[in-house]
């Protein structure tokens, strides 16, 4: 398992269970990811700069492949060490996904900072889940 393969299934896990009909209560998000239209609009601008000719509609959002790749996309533009001036963690991919490409750097003694850290300790806590169940009578390294 690649370190993105498993980010993702931390994100699914929290966001959705892994339900691609999940709709967001509290944003426009839809699917395994509950990816919002702005992410797809943001993706679809990335991929423009990159030269590909892909793009993805608001549909694409259930599909679970589909929100796959468009988290990866979106992820690999926003949190990488040459964007962040320092290595990368699970956090900051966490928290991107949940805030946005500044949510690195929000202050965590305001409201956003508060609910950003509660996201975190989710993440944290399927993260901590997936590591610590044995495989094969061994447990995970990672």
Not at 7 to 19: A, K, P, R, Y
Not at 63 to 87: F, H, Q, W
Not at 102 to 116: F, I, M, N, Y
Not at 121 to 137: A, E, L, M
């Amino acid at each position: 398992m690649t370190i993105a393969q498993f980010i993702m299934i931390i994100l699914i896990n929290v966001e959705s269970s892994g339900n691609i009909f999940t709709i967001s209560k509290t944003c426009d998000g839809i699917g395994p990811l509950q990816i919002n239209p702005v992410v797809v609009a943001d993706v679809n601008r990335i991929m423009e700069i990159r030269g590909f000719q892909t793009r993805f509609d608001l549909h694409d959002r259930q599909d679970i492949y589909k929100s796959y790749a468009m988290a990866r996309i979106y992820l690999e533009y926003y949190v990488n060490e040459t964007r962040l001036g320092r290595p990368v963690t699970i956090r900051d991919f966490a928290v991107t996904w949940n805030g946005g490409p500044s949510a690195v750097w929000v202050d965590p003694e305001t409201q956003k900072g508060q609910r950003l850290e509660q996201y975190w300790q989710k993440c944290f806590y399927v993260y901590s889940s997936i590591i610590n169940t044995p495989i094969n009578g061994v447990l995970n390294s990672y």
